[in-house]
């Protein structure tokens, strides 16, 4: 028998010449017409090749055997829990390995075998989501980057929750389509904590500070978010600020000021248990007492209400509603009105409040200056030019 014959040849021979017979003895196996007795030896040959003090050989017989389903599963099994790089290529590419086989090993196995697990053709979900909640943060790269792979969206939350932080994380993910807006909101977060965290690091500005000028420009693009999503997908947002503690009060002002009723209505809703139809109604109909109830059931501070109620009479009296564009920024006019009217209330009781108010003018100021500008400098450019900026 050939086999006989190898195996006799195996005892002398050097490693290299070793690992090229050992490739020739496996796609014998696989595809040549050998008799019942010869696939037996064989099979028993490479099982005893596994021993091979060589990774070299047992390489070969991983990259021969991976793609094929009609290795011996056995053979398969043993390289799967290989060195990494021998078990990586069986792992990638052995159909023989079930989905429990894969998850088992995503959660004992080290990143390089995470990451070929991560890169399979059609990765079903409950491996995506083994990846998701143990991998590696380089194994959820390689996951989000699989274009077959079925990825739940809890397990794109898992990651963001673990990962976000990090930029090829987001980048992939914001690059990506279907993404909910729960996630892109999610990932701003992620993104104002890390920069919160780099500014103190470096000793740019205090810890208080930064961490009140990341908040404030993450609630800003929050706003900003809300205005450009539809309606039905905003209370999934609401609910997701509420849990992950982001739904302030703050939050919901700075909606309101920026004239997004659609997200202040749907935030009271949510915090209030109140029917949204109901909440709409008490806002519109312009009786304080009616949203001042609405407004207790919902939690909301009572030192900031003044600032509410005097936001929603202004905002009825001037039609303060706003476009999609619109109710993304704060109303200058707006806020000032709003400023003007608590100011006549107790300042003791309400200088926190005051301060915020004064804050959301300032920054309404410098976007109103800056788009003035822009609008300044491109209405005199030439119309060609005009057009390049603007596209």
């Not at 429990?100 to 697990?117: E, F």
């Not at 990825?151 to 914001?174: C, N, Q, T, Y």
């Not at 749907?266 to 248990?273: F, I, P, T």
Request: charged content about 25%.
């Amino acid at each position: 028998m050939i086999v006989r014959q190898f195996l006799f040849w195996l005892r002398s021979a050097p490693a290299g010449e070793r690992a090229e017979a050992t490739g020739a003895l496996a796609r014998a196996y696989l595809y040549a017409d050998l008799s019942d007795d010869d696939l037996a030896a064989a099979e028993g040959a490479m099982t005893m090749l596994l021993d091979d003090p060589s990774p070299l050989v047992r390489s070969a017989l991983a990259e021969v055997l991976a793609p094929s389903e009609y290795a011996p599963a056995s053979v398969i099994y043993a390289l799967a829990a290989d060195q990494p790089e021998i078990a990586s290529m069986v792992l990638e590419r052995s159909p023989l390995l079930v989905d429990a086989d894969l998850v088992d090993a995503v959660a004992t196995q080290g990143k390089q075998a995470q990451c070929a697990i991560a890169r399979r053709a059609l990765l079903p979900r409950s491996v995506s989501a083994a990846i998701a909640e143990v991998g590696t943060a380089e194994a959820c790269l390689e996951l989000l980057e699989n274009q077959d792979a079925e990825i739940a969206s809890f397990s794109i939350d898992r990651i963001v929750e673990r990962f976000g932080h990090l930029a090829p994380i987001r980048e992939v993910l914001l690059a990506g389509e279907g993404l909910s807006v729960a996630t892109r909101q999610a990932l701003v977060a992620k993104l104002s904590e890390t920069l919160a965290s780099f500014v103190v690091a470096r000793d740019w500005l205090s810890e208080d500070r930064a961490r009140r000028v990341v908040k404030e420009a993450c609630e800003k693009a929050t706003v900003a978010l809300a205005a450009q999503t539809a309606t039905e997908e905003v209370r999934p947002l609401i609910r997701h600020l509420r849990e992950s503690g982001q739904l302030t009060a703050g939050l919901v002002l700075r909606a309101l000021l920026s004239g997004n009723v659609t997200m202040f209505e749907e935030a009271l809703a949510d915090l209030s248990g109140v029917p949204l139809s109901r909440v709409s109604r008490l806002v519109h109909d312009g009786r304080s007492a009616g949203f001042r109830a609405l407004y207790d059931k919902a939690g909301l501070p009572a030192s900031a209400y003044p600032a509410f109620r005097e936001a929603i009479a202004t905002m009825q009296e001037d039609g303060f509603l706003g476009d999609i564009a619109g109710s993304a920024r704060l109303k200058r006019r707006m806020i000032e009105r709003v400023l003007t009217r608590c100011a006549g209330t107790d300042a003791a009781e309400i200088a926190p409040l005051l301060m915020l108010l004064r804050r959301f003018a300032t920054e309404a100021a410098r976007e109103e200056a800056r788009m003035f500008c822009e609008d300044l400098v491109e209405g005199a450019l030439p119309e060609p030019e005009r057009r390049m900026i603007a596209a």
